[in-house]
């Protein structure tokens, strides 16, 4: 990749490397120069730009980016698109993110032009969360670096996966000395039951005995015949592999894996065996809310995720979760009151992006027939459209209609739609957006607005869209171009909702994005879809005959 000023004869095809602003209009950096853009700079006075060119052996960023985004990500996750650079994995659906530290690390070291950023292995993750990011530094990463990092993302499966929890049965023994305190073992029981909850898991009965070897070796006899978990909660903490709940096991017949753990709270965890189920006898700590080394091991057996007597040495990297003076953690705090549930802190959640369908038209142009019922390619104008939403990233789909709305519907055919009328469909395009917009759900972050008369745009440029939204990057309004020139649809962030509600008139939302360019990314297509629109009969006759 040569880097650098480049003379505008040879800047055509270059990548911008820096934003500015050119005859009024702004360039964003990552913009690849097209021979308008060139003359455009020239007009304004330029005679060079400092901008990267690709040479041979060059990858361009997204393309290195999408690559290994789709050998990294395994099970339970999705990619999303991906845009200057950046590919994301995002959670399907709860579970345990795992994957080998030890392949990220020599993915990460191959060559500074690529990157991946994860979460912690083993931790816990929510559907629509986001897992890890594939960045690539540069506009370009060389090919061998790429195919490597490919290589070793897929060596042996995909580099991660989430393991999803899995309904669990859990047994609870509690022991007890003549000095245990009833009120003790009271409070013990909701705790572990709100725990196993949060895990999609339940507590299979908990049942109380002395605290002496032989008694506990018949409840945990009878617990690990019955349930899938053993939880023995001592009324001393266990101090040695000779004690009470180490040997208890052993009489019962099974065995102790491990004892003590490089995680505080939690350290004398003790992990053993019987009759092929997992037995743990648990620190003291457990009868706290607070998390501990005892939740990232049931966290991980609740996904099905053995936990061997390595896995639990090996935890003591971020295996410090005690309160200290110099990182003090309120975990009683509460956080402020959100204004709106979109507002409230999100932290690597994945934007929920809803598609809207404006399908409410009259077809004035097209005469007497309804554009958005002709047949194209054996289905209604109406229906390409609607199944690009179904096939994209969007969270949620609301559909407008006006002019013939039974007709429509049934064309639209979404059984996971919303659908809204809008009686005033003859006063123009606003008033459908309006209808729109109020339907969306309250926590949506943003809206990909759709045109029903654009049968060739497909769930890749919605995509690629949604890929490119990030308001607090400057990117919340994102329109794809096809060589230059704008079209539909466009993506918007929910600040904009309430100034669409106040649009008028036929135009649709065009004046929001001139009057917030400082806002808006372009998004390059590959195609011309998103400026094909059919508003006549003879458009008609030649979009099915030129497709």
């Known amino acids: 990749m040569r880097f650098g000023p480049t003379p505008l004869d040879q800047a055509e095809g270059a990548i911008l490397a820096h934003s500015q602003t050119v005859g009024g209009k702004r360039f964003k950096k990552g913009r690849r120069l097209s021979a308008e853009d060139v003359a455009a700079l020239r007009a304004d006075g330029r005679d060079h730009v400092v901008a990267a060119r690709l040479e041979a052996g060059d990858v361009h960023e997204d393309e290195a980016a999408a690559r290994i985004a789709r050998a990294a990500c395994g099970a339970n996750l999705k990619r999303a698109e991906a845009f200057t650079g950046r590919a994301n994995l995002i959670v399907r659906t709860a579970g345990v993110l795992v994957f080998d530290r030890a392949r990220l690390d020599a993915v990460n070291l191959i060559d500074e032009a690529v990157t991946i950023a994860a979460l912690p292995a083993y931790e816990r993750v929510q559907a629509k969360q986001m897992a890890a990011t594939i960045k690539i530094i540069p506009f370009a990463a060389p090919e061998a670096a ?88 001592g009324a001393s903490a266990i101090v040695d592999r000779g004690d009470v709940i180490p040997a208890a096991i052993e009489a019962a017949g099974g065995r102790v894996d491990h004892f003590g753990m490089p995680v505080d709270p939690g350290n004398l965890l003790l992990l053993g065996e019987l009759h092929g189920k997992p037995v743990i006898g648990a620190p ?65 959640r994945a934007p929920r992006i809803v598609g809207l369908l404006l399908a409410a038209g009259q077809s004035r142009r097209m005469g007497a027939e309804n554009k958005l019922l002709a047949e194209i390619d054996g289905r209604p104008m109406a229906a390409h459209a609607a199944e690009a939403l179904r096939q994209s990233s969007v ?19 979404l059984c996971e739609a919303d659908f809204v009328h809008n009686p005033d469909y003859a006063e123009g395009l606003s008033a459908s957006l309006k209808r729109g917009i109020a339907a969306l759900p309250d926590d949506a972050d943003g809206v990909v607005v759709c045109l029903a008369d654009m ?87 030649r979009f099915k005959t030129e497709g």
């Open 284 to 348: 003291g700590c457990v009868r706290s809310p607070k998390a501990n080394g005892f939740d990232w091991v049931l966290s991980r057996l609740c996904a099905d995720v053995t936990v061997t007597r390595e896995d639990v040495m090996r935890m003591g990297d971020g295996g410090l979760l005690k309160e200290i003076p110099s990182r003090p953690q309120p975990r009683a705090a509460e956080p402020p009151a959100a204004a709106h549930p979109a507002d409230a802190p999100q932290e690597k």
């Open 455 to 541: 049968p060739r745009v497909d769930r890749t440029a919605i995509d690629r869209l949604i890929a490119a939204f990030d308001p607090a990057a400057g990117r919340a309004i994102c329109a794809p171009t096809y060589r230059g020139k704008r079209g539909n649809p466009v993506l918007f962030a929910r600040r904009f909702f309430a100034e669409m509600q106040d649009l008028a008139g036929d135009a649709g939302a065009k004046a929001l994005i001139g009057a917030y360019e400082d806002l808006v990314v372009e998004v390059e297509m590959g195609d011309p879809a998103v400026l094909t629109d059919i508003d006549t009969p003879e458009a008609l006759a």
């Open 395 to 413: 969270d949620g789909i609301v559909v407008v209609t006006g002019c013939d709305p039974e007709d429509v519907r049934a064309a639209v055919a």
């Open 146 to 233: 790429v195919a490597e990092a490919e290589r070793l993302a897929a060596d042996g499966g995909p580099l991660m996966r989430v393991a999803p929890l899995v309904e669990k049965r859990v047994a609870l023994i509690q022991t007890q000395l003549a000095e245990t305190k009833p009120s003790v073992l009271d409070k013990t029981v909701p705790i572990m039951r709100q725990r196993l909850e949060s895990l999609g898991s339940r507590l299979d009965g908990e049942v109380r005995c002395p605290h002496e070897i032989q008694a506990l070796a018949g409840e945990l006899d009878a617990a690990a015949k019955r349930s899938d978990i053993v939880v023995a909660v």
